[in-house]
């Protein structure tokens, strides 16, 4: 399992009206902490701004003290709400995005996306190389 991540306390000021639907979401999946409640709120909204990239690059950073790939595609992949489909083989992971967008990561830690409908091409950062 992941080591525990470090905590950091917080406090903010809430609409009434947001702290009961906030309540109310702890309810309805049965949570036993209405801060536990707001840390997977929080966690899957910010999950929803990932796209094919990050989600690459978070794999590329876990893959630096995780060397079994399937230990961080369990981790960051199995529970991603943009995640629709993930295949493992004996050397790499893909994974579809509900948009189509896919990656493959291997276990020498190779990046590569495909577009809908298209071939596999090596993950580049945003930076140009010169």
Not at 2 to 11: D, G, I, L, S, Y
């Amino acid at each position: 399992m992941a080591e525990k991540e470090a905590t950091e306390r917080r406090v903010y000021v809430l609409p009434v009206e947001l702290v009961e639907r906030i309540r109310q979401f702890q309810k309805d999946n049965l949570i036993a902490s209405e801060v536990e409640a707001v840390r997977r709120l929080l966690d899957t909204a910010l999950h929803m701004r990932d796209d094919v990239h990050t989600i690459l690059k978070k794999m590329s950073g876990r893959f630096e003290t995780e060397k079994d790939i399937r230990i961080i595609s369990r981790d960051i992949l199995a529970a991603h709400p943009l995640v629709e489909h993930i295949k493992i083989s004996n050397n790499a992971i893909e994974f579809t995005l509900k948009d189509g967008m896919r990656g493959r990561f291997n276990n020498s830690g190779k990046l590569m996306t495909a577009v809908p409908g298209g071939r596999w091409a090596d993950d580049l950062d945003d930076e140009i190389p010169f």
